[in-house]
């Protein structure tokens, strides 16, 4: 469930976009109403066609923790699913949580990304899909 006031998101979404966390910035226009995003919208984007989403964040957590899973088992990069999963932390007030994660995104260290995935799965209770290749 969205925990955050359209006031909250633009905010946010002021403080992080263009940083260098690509991906989060886009994901809090998704939650904003016409009349709070278009300002940031390029100019092709219309009012009839702007659709605030109803998802709820940690719906959105668990769906890209299972994509990470696959992608990360494959030896594949996945900090833009990394960076979403940040926004909708923060969407969610996962703060606590949200501080481990940002940690260590930011250290970024060799094995960060099955970290973060492991640190989300424990705090959610969620299985971790984890092979173990590295």
């Known amino acids: 469930m969205l925990k955050r006031t359209q006031q909250e998101i633009k905010a946010r979404y002021e403080a992080r976009a263009g940083g260098h966390k690509f991906f ?7 939650f904003l109403t016409w009349e709070n995003a278009y300002s940031y919208l390029s100019a092709d984007v219309e009012e009839k066609n702007w659709k605030v989403t109803k998802d709820d964040p940690i719906k959105l957590v668990k769906r890209e923790v299972n994509f ?7 030896e594949t990069p996945v900090p833009d699913r990394i960076e979403r999963m940040l926004a909708w932390l923060w969407l969610a007030k ?4 949200l501080a481990k994660v940002e940690k ?25 899909k984890d092979e173990g290749r590295t």
């Open 94 to 97: 996962e703060t606590k949580l």
């Open 68 to 74: 990470a899973w696959g992608e990360i088992n494959d």
């Open 104 to 128: 260590e995104y930011d250290l970024c260290s060799l094995d960060y990304e099955r970290t973060i995935l492991r640190t989300i799965c424990t705090h959610f209770d969620w299985k971790e």
């Open 24 to 30: 989060e910035g886009g994901e809090y226009l998704r």
